[in-house]
């Protein structure tokens, strides 16, 4: 097992963690921008999915992070988790494979 970091810039549309394939035991993703952004499958858009709130954003019911598993083996897909926001507004992720 290692732990790997890497950056994803938002695109015009919806965009996946990871252009290859990457399957990992853990994925922890997290909103460092001064927007908020949304997290999910393909099927997200500005209204729909995980909402990741803006960096510094403390308010009652509102996170800047989300983290999907620990699994027993590498169940998660980085191509098959998407990130909707701002163009160019960038989202930390840690992944462990």
């Known amino acids: 097992m290692s732990v790997h970091f890497t950056q994803v810039t938002i695109g015009a549309a919806n965009t996946a963690l990871s252009a290859t394939r990457t399957p990992s035991y853990q994925v922890f993703v997290q909103n460092n921008q001064t927007h ?3 997290v999910g499958d393909s099927t997200i858009s500005s209204s729909k999915g995980i ?3 803006q960096s510094g954003d403390t308010g009652v019911g509102r996170i800047g992070s989300v983290t999907f598993g620990p699994f027993p083996a590498l169940n998660i897909e980085l191509s098959q988790i998407f990130v909707n926001g701002t163009q160019n507004d ?4 840690i992944f462990i494979k």
Do not use: P
């Not at 960038?90 to 992720?93: M, N, P, Q």
């Open 36 to 38: 908020d952004m949304r």
């Open 51 to 53: 909402l990741l709130s």
């Open 90 to 93: 960038v989202v930390d992720v």
